[in-house]
């Protein structure tokens, strides 16, 4: 299956980390790895998007940051979702769902 | 949710403030991701070498993702006008000339106004350390000789019984008195006697030991004394044990009661008084109704409104005078405030000119700051066309100008801050009277946003207009001119060519202003009208009454004294009086002549008294007109002698000899005449304020020995310094416990006594200096750029024929006129100026156009020179260089 035209990936990015720390605190590599997976590698973060989107959601608010200890046993830095950033992925979510469901009604017009 | 707001926060202002540490965990962040993907290649089977590179590979560019992190901390407005900044400081960087001038321009400007509102803030604002002042009224009693007069006892007594319904009143007098201790030199100490409720009244407890008993006010009881902070610091090195300890005041005993605190002792209302002692006086004393000599303040009831308290006050005069006519006839009472009285009559209105003039170096400043701006951004005209051109908005192009401003003013202010700080410390150190305490000026915030506000607005405002100015350039125009001559158009050119003008002629203010005082205090510091300074020593003795309780002791002490001064080699003469020759004399008495019709209670002629010792005219120089002087012939028991001086010969008798005509004191009883034996010539005070009795009538000490005295001594020649010494000691040989006040050479009292008119004329000076020197840069600068503007058009000049001269000419002429046409406007102001000081210093001579016109000529001088700098250069112009370089 192809990747996803990068490009169709900016809008989402923010709503896609959202949604993956929504269960529980990861860093960076396993927020790509997390998404890369569950979207059978169709999405594939490059850390040249997924870093800067991270720290500008932090800015924001949404989710908040904490150093922990890694799998392997390394100090990494974890994120994890604010009360904030939980209403502005439904917020978020709800509105990606019916933008979808729009987009798909006019895509499957007779 | 509170908790991670401030989690927030924190994060937030880490990134904002702590950037070492942000980056070190951003690094930290990145690292872990590479280091995950090389562990995954490394688990796909690559070497650890492969495995590294092709996880860089993957990861790309570090750099570019953290800058685009980096991007993510700071708010995007923020970073923006950080980036604004720091553009505009490397553009001023790039001009450092032009950005240290004005810099130095706006501290001097703003910092000079700072140093005057501090002072004025400090002087005339604070308010004195008495608890409920606004409570506290001070009484004059007007006459037609002095509209701030004094009290006599038995008037204030009057005025004490019947004072219940007005409040509390209390009176006091200045008393220096001399203290001797065991071992030690006697000195004179500055004190006053007070009525026991004084300090009471102002609210101020002492904060060791007691306040006066209302019984101390009886004699007998008299002899106990409260202190200051600062004596009790300096000279009983502030010991607990100071409670009760005996002293010699005057030569008696007399115990320390109390020490008052440190805030009492404030130079606008009683001074630096270091001995406070009640009055005692006795029943004779206070029924005496002639001798003017006590001030009264009086504490209102709170319940009692102003205006009634004011009536009473008033109705109280007048009943005295009516009761009283032979004394109080024409006096008036009149209540103020106790603060509109704690700083001369002129000083507030000279503090509010120190500040008007100051404004004038602003404003002088900042149209030089307005001038460099408009003047670089003129040069910079064909950048705004092109980034105008490119699609620039207005306000993008106002940014960095706005920015760069903004930058000046940061600096200036604090740079002007330090400016303030170093003027207020020198006017401190300035203002160190005889007492050798300085005058506190003191740090005040509103003073501080003031000259922050000052340098804001004045920056932004004088930034921005010819911001303004320059962006309503025609691109078009612009970009055809290829910056090449750019002068600016008519708009701009009479812009600044009024700019110029305006500081030319408020530093034409500033300069004739500080002119014509200082040349009106040299000519009174150096105005020995009627006597002669030249070898002269004078100092002052007070002989205590408990040691000289009668008039022949103190005769008997005179003439012991001066017989031993005499005895000197190096003395020619000597001589004692109630005042020095060339202070005003405040010993006002009102006379009658004999065989004339008496005039109207109150309206009798006044003059001041000098008592003075036989000698006295020839020690001091006072030329003898007619006559005699007094001699040996005067003692106590012939008949009374005077010697009047010669404006009022002239003032009472006309063109009628004087000589041989009687005179009397009125209030005396009987009337007790005296023959005038002779005339002496006019003395004129020194000090500023014009004396309001003209006429001076002279007693010999023989006749009227007063306690307090003026020692004068002429020596033969310059006196070597020892002499002073020496006539020190002759005097505490007669008595230890007699100290010499103020023994020195009359030229440098003199000067002591004017410090406060000096101080007036070196912040004059220091305003006028900088006021002409930001003028002279101001037209410097503006004529040497017009010049390098219109080099083409000089070359073009030259090359048709034109000789340097003309040239040369041609720029002299342009700035000149400028010049000159601020000056003529400047004159009218200076001339204002000149009229508001003659005013308040009627003493001076202030109306001397010749000053005025000597400032102009040289003002006009100045200018010339700004503008042969830049006048020359364009003379030498090489025309075929200046065309080649178009």
């Known amino acids: 299956m192809d990747k996803v035209r990068s490009e169709l990936l900016q809008g989402t990015l923010d709503l896609l980390i959202l949604r993956t720390l929504a269960g529980a605190a990861l860093h960076g590599w396993d927020i790509a790895k997390r998404i890369a997976v569950v979207s059978n590698d169709r999405l594939s973060l490059k850390q040249g998007s997924l870093y800067p989107a991270l720290h500008r959601l932090e800015d924001r608010g949404w989710i908040e940051a904490e150093w922990g200890i890694s799998k392997a046993g390394r100090s990494a830095k974890f994120y994890r979702l604010s009360r904030r950033g939980r209403k502005e992925l439904q917020v978020e979510k709800a509105h990606w769902l019916s933008f979808a469901t729009a987009v798909q009604n006019v895509l499957e017009m007779e | 949710m509170f908790s991670e707001t401030f989690r927030w926060l924190r994060t937030r202002c880490s990134r904002l403030f702590c950037r070492g540490k942000a980056e070190a965990a951003l690094d930290a962040e990145l690292q872990f991701h590479l280091d995950q993907l090389i562990a995954q290649f490394r688990g796909e089977g690559m070497t650890e070498r492969e495995a590294r590179l092709a996880a860089q590979r993957e990861f790309g560019n570090a750099v570019v993702y953290r800058e685009e992190i980096r991007d993510t901390w700071r708010p995007p407005e923020l970073a923006d006008i950080w980036r604004t900044l720091r553009f505009a400081s490397r553009s001023l960087q790039r001009s450092p000339g032009f950005a240290l001038l004005a810099i130095i321009t706006l501290a001097l400007g703003i910092g000079g106004n700072t140093m005057m509102f501090s002072a004025f803030t400090s002087i005339l ?31 204030f007594r009057d005025l004490q019984r019947a004072a219940a319904s007005y409040g509390e009143v209390a009176a006091y007098t200045p008393s220096d008195c001399s203290l001797s201790e065991p071992a030690r030199p006697a000195e004179i100490v500055s004190g006053i006697r007070c009525t026991a409720n004084l300090l009471g009244l102002l609210g101020v407890p002492p904060q060791l030991g007691r306040n006066f008993l209302p019984q101390e006010d009886l004699p007998g009881n008299d002899r106990v004394v409260i202190i200051s902070d600062r004596c009790w610091q300096k000279r009983f090195g502030g010991k607990d044990d100071i409670i009760g300890r005996t002293l010699r005041v005057d030569g008696q005993p007399h115990e320390i009661v109390g020490v008052l605190p440190a805030s009492f002792n404030d130079w ?12 005692g006086f006795d029943k004779d004393k206070m029924s005496d109704r002639r001798d003017t000599i006590l001030r009264v303040i009086g504490r209102r009831s709170a319940l009692l409104p102003p205006a009634q308290a004011d009536a009473f006050i008033a109705n109280f005069g007048a009943h005295l005078a009516k009761d009283f006519p032979e004394v109080n006839a024409g006096s008036s009472w009149r209540a103020v405030s106790l603060a509109s009285t704690t700083h001369g009559r002129s000083l507030p209105a000279m503090l509010k000119m120190c500040i008007g003039l100051s404004a004038f170096v602003l404003l002088i400043a900042c149209s030089n700051l307005a001038n460099f701006l408009l003047a670089r951004t003129i040069t910079r005209s064909r950048e705004f066309a092109v980034r105008s051109a490119l699609g620039a908005s207005r306000g993008q192009l106002l940014r960095p100008l706005v920015a760069e401003t903004f930058l000046l003013a940061l600096a200036g202010v604090a740079l002007a801050m330090l400016v303030a700080r170093w003027g207020a410390d020198w006017l401190s150190y300035r ?17 501080f946003a003031w000259a922050l506000g000052a340098s804001f607005i004045t920056a932004i405002a004088f930034g921005m207009a010819p911001a303004l100015f320059a962006l309503r350039l025609n691109v078009n125009e612009a970009l055809k001119s290829g910056g090449r001559g750019m002068t600016g158009d008519r708009g701009h050119r009479r812009f600044r060519q009024f700019l110029i003008v305006g500081q030319f002629a408020m530093a034409m203010v500033l300069l004739a202003g500080a002119a014509v005082f200082i040349r009106g205090l040299d000519e009174l510091n150096h105005r020995r009208a009627g006597w002669q300074s030249a070898h ?25 004294m001066l017989e031993r001064l005499q005895a000197m080699p190096e003395v020619a003469s000597a001589s004692v009086s109630s005042f020095t020759p060339f202070f005003d004399w405040p010993d006002i008495r009102k006379y009658i002549m004999q065989g004339r019709a008496l005039p109207k209670p109150g309206h009798e002629p006044a003059a001041a008294v000098n008592t003075v010792s036989s000698r006295y005219f020839e020690t001091v120089g006072t030329r003898i007109l007619t006559g005699r002087s007094f001699d040996e012939r005067d003692t106590a028991t012939s008949p009374k002698v005077i010697v009047v001086s010669q404006a009022t010969a002239r003032g009472l008798f006309g063109n009628e000899s004087a000589l ?14 005296a023959e005038i034996i002779g005339i002496a010539a006019d003395v004129k005070s020194v000090l500023p304020a014009a004396p309001q009795v003209t006429f001076q009538v002279y007693e010999p000490t023989e006749q009227h020995p007063v306690r307090y005295n003026e ?8 006196a070597p310094a020892r002499v002073v010494n020496d006539i020190r000691n002759v005097i505490t040989g007669l008595d230890p416990d007699l100290p010499v006040h103020d023994l020195q050479l009359a030229d440098s009292a003199i000067d002591r006594a004017n410090y406060q008119i000096a101080i007036l004329r070196d912040i004059l000076t220091l305003f006028a200096m900088l ?28 090359a048709l024929g034109a000789r340097a001269r003309d040239i040369s000419r041609l720029v002299l002429a342009s700035g000149v006129k400028l010049a000159l046409l601020g000056s003529a406007i400047g004159l009218i102001g200076a001339l204002g100026v000149t009229h508001i000081l003659a005013a308040w210093n009627s003493g001076m001579h202030l109306n001397s156009t010749s000053t005025v016109l000597g400032t102009t000529v040289f003002l006009v001088g100045v200018a010339l020179v700004a503008c042969w700098l830049p006048a020359r250069r364009a003379g030498r112009i090489n025309p075929i260089d200046a065309l080649r370089a178009e």
């Open chain 2, 125 to 155: 604002k604070k308010p004195l350390p008495y608890p409920g002042e606004e409570r506290l009224e001070r009484f004059n009693r007007a006459t037609p000789q002095n509209a701030t007069g004094d009290f006599s006892p038995a008037d």
């Open chain 2, 431 to 447: 203002s160190i009277g005889e007492n050798g305490e300085p005058v506190t000026l003191v740090f005040s915030w509103s003073v």
């Open chain 2, 536 to 560: 002269l020593i004078t100092g002052t003795i007070v002989l205590p009454a408990a040691s000289f309780p009668d008039d022949q002791q103190v005769r008997n002490f005179h003439s012991l």
């Open chain 2, 660 to 673: 041989g005509k009687r005179l009397a004191q009125t209030g005396s009883d009987p009337q007790e005449w």
């Open chain 2, 268 to 279: 606008r209302h009683l001074g630096w008084v270091d001995f406070f002692r009640p009055f």
């Open chain 2, 711 to 718: 020692i004068m001594v002429r020596t033969a020649n310059s």
């Open chain 2, 771 to 798: 006021g002409l020197g930001l003028a002279s840069v101001g037209i410097y600068g503006v004529i040497a750029r017009t010049m390098a503007q219109r080099t083409n058009e000089f070359a073009i000049r030259f």
